[in-house]
């Protein structure tokens, strides 16, 4: 969906009007509304017995615009992102079933915590994805065409036109990096492979002034990265290890992120059972979110120089696949015994860490669908987050907070490494059961060599397998929108 920031628009411009409308105690409402379709709506709501509540929505026939949906968005000082998403979700469903080609939203409130500008910026934001469907490869219906839908944000009045175009810029360009993440995810393991990756890398990269690097199985030897080697034996597919390098000449921070691309991951000779194994294809959803988050910085112009590692590889079982009670070492030279070839996402983040580490970033922040643990700890509600900073921590924690991915810190303590301890290497790739995505992310650590450094496992927030109210099932794009928030606040 197209996003325009106006705001005034002209009724017979409109075929469906959406205003979202909060929960009034005493049955009026004193919200702003644009005065060129302040009149129709002020009569929907006394003709209608609306309320607001939550869960209602109603839509009435009109002259202009035609049609006009009012939903509900509960309580006013309970307003939350979460609910601003669940309504802009509805919006997309609603305007796709009713096959209409222009549509107007008015949202005339400020999220917690937010202002006017970053409310529009957001909504905006939202919006642009509200209708996303990934159909590519969908034959069956391809004579009725999925038109494309033209939508207008109405902002604030209190928001000047200067302010108006810079929410709908920054929108876009931060739209665009998501909408990366999400294909990129969504895209078959057949099709998106290594080599795959590295290719849209480049496009991205090209069209973003982003100097792009692939390293291909000869580099990734010289450079003895015996992780990412290890978890490729198994594979016919060449890995990839794939630097993005974004450096404005204004920069005074410089900020390194690292993103897990298991194109697919079968466990190795670990094999996983079979049931949703076909899930494993959003195994990369970390390499796409470096990916996306470079694109949108650097469409933004952020005053940050940033770094994107990503290794690459896909996890299969083979005569040649690497296998428990191998030793393999790492490029930092630290050895590690594999007792579990499904703990291959770290293998290859163990050397990515390292070599961005080298790199003497400010910031070192990394985002992996890691563990299955940290979807029994923390579901599918927020990502967890380690970190050897509690001021990085607290700072991510914000700015997911402000654009509605939430992170939820959990402990890296040292007690927890005796897990991970090896009597035949320096450590073993997994520890087990208990505490899967605290001893996961304290392997990582082992490899990382900045005092400021986060790690984010984001496998319950990375995709979902069903429609949830708020996004379509597949890849959410997860990952950009909060890191560009940091980002914004280091400038």
């Not at 939508?151 to 665009?176: F, V």
């Amino acid at each position: 969906m197209q996003v325009e920031v106006i705001r005034d628009p002209k009724p017979s411009k409109i075929d469906h009007l959406f205003v979202v409308i909060a929960e009034v105690e005493d049955g009026r409402s004193e919200m702003p509304l644009p005065p060129s379709l302040e009149a129709v709506i002020r009569k929907a709501l006394t003709g209608s017995a609306f309320s607001g509540r939550i869960d209602e929505s109603i839509t009435i026939l009109s002259e202009e615009p035609k049609k006009l949906t009012l939903l509900g968005a509960g309580k006013e000082k309970e307003l939350t992102i979460r609910g601003a998403r669940a309504a802009a979700f509805s919006i997309g469903k609603i305007a796709r079933r009713s096959r209409d080609r222009r549509i107007a939203v008015v949202f005339p409130y400020s999220l917690p915590d937010l202002g006017e500008a970053e409310t529009t910026r957001l909504m905006t934001d939202l919006l642009s994805h509200a209708d996303y469907k990934y159909d590519q490869y969908v034959t069956a219906d391809k004579k009725e065409k999925r038109l494309p839908i033209d939508c207008a944000y109405i902002a604030p009045a209190a928001l000047d036109s200067r302010a108006s175009r810079k929410a709908q810029t920054e929108a876009r360009a931060i739209s665009g990096g998501v909408r990366t993440v999400r294909d990129l995810g969504n895209g078959p393991g057949n099709l998106v492979t290594p080599t795959w990756i590295a290719t849209k890398a480049r496009e991205v990269a090209e069209e973003s002034g982003i100097k792009c690097t692939v390293f291909g199985r000869k580099e990734i030897e010289r450079l003895k990265m015996g992780g990412l080697l290890a978890v490729n034996r198994g594979s016919a597919e060449e890995p990839k290890f794939i630097v993005l390098e974004y450096a404005p000449k204004k920069a005074r921070r410089h900020v390194a992120l690292v993103g897990k691309g298991i194109t697919f991951d079968s466990g190795g000779i670990s094999i996983k059972p079979a049931e949703k194994m076909e899930e494993m294809k959003f195994d990369m959803c970390g390499a796409a979110a470096v990916i996306g988050t470079l694109q949108a910085a650097a469409q933004l112009e952020l005053p940050v120089r940033i770094t994107g590692v990503i290794p690459s590889t896909d996890n299969l079982p083979s005569g040649s696949a690497y296998k428990p009670g191998d030793i393999i070492t790492m490029m930092s030279g630290k050895t590690v015994e594999i007792v579990n070839t499904d703990a291959e996402g770290r293998m290859i983040l163990g050397d990515a860490l390292h070599y961005a580490s080298e790199l003497k970033p400010d910031h070192l922040i990394d985002f992996a669908t890691l563990t299955g643990a940290c979807v029994v700890a923390l579901g599918n509600e927020c990502s967890g987050l380690f970190s050897n900073d509690d001021e990085l921590a607290q700072k991510l924690i914000t700015a997911g907070e402000r654009v509605g991915e939430r992170l939820w810190r959990l402990p890296a303590w040292d007690e927890y490494k005796e897990s991970i301890r090896s009597e035949w290497a320096d450590m073993k790739n997994s520890g087990g059961r208990w505490g899967g995505a605290i001893t996961a992310a304290l392997f990582l650590k082992e490899f990382v060599n900045c005092p400021s450094w986060a790690h984010i496992d984001i496998a319950g927030t990375a995709y979902t397998d069903h429609d949830t109210g708020r996004d379509g099932k597949g890849a959410t794009g997860v990952g950009v929108r909060a890191t560009i928030e940091f980002l914004q606040s280091l400038s």
